[in-house]
Nanobody, 119 residues
Framework: QVQLVESGGGLVQAGGSLTLSCAASGTFFSINAMGWYRQAPGKQRALVAR???????NYADSVKGRFTISRDNAKNTVYLQMNSLKPEDTSVYYC?????????????WGQGTQVTVSS
């Protein structure tokens, strides 16, 4: 079983910054992809930023230039540095990981952490 433990959400004023972290634990051969999605009330869950194979990164257009994803491979941890936060960034942020176990890839989600940006 793989667990994703998130931390770092909270309440911040517009223009402020927050850093989210997500640590993966459990038994797996490798992490093929890991990153962050978010879901606001009444909306679908959507990609924020993630690492994929070959250390490539994907960012949602709405966060490019403001958010930075980074990782510590030794700790199986990814971080999301969020700067210049806007009220529209308010969402529950979910960590996501695709790990390789045996012959297959499996997808896991964290429990979610609330980020609220006040105007």
């Amino acid at each position: 079983q793989v667990q994703l433990v998130e931390s770092g959400g909270g309440l911040v004023q517009a223009g402020g910054s927050l850093t989210l972290s997500c640590a993966a634990s459990g038994t797996f051969f490798s992490i093929n992809a890991m990153g962050w999605y978010r879901q606001a009330p009444g909306k679908q869950r959507a990609l924020v930023a993630r690492f994929t194979t070959g250390d490539r990164t994907n960012y949602a257009d709405s966060v490019k230039g403001r958010f930075t994803i980074s990782r510590d491979n030794a700790k199986n941890t990814v971080y999301l540095q969020m700067n210049s936060l806007k009220p529209e960034d308010t969402s529950v942020y979910y960590c996501n990981a695709v790990v390789h176990i045996g012959d297959y890839d499996y997808e896991y989600w964290g429990q979610g952490t609330q980020v609220t940006v006040s105007s």
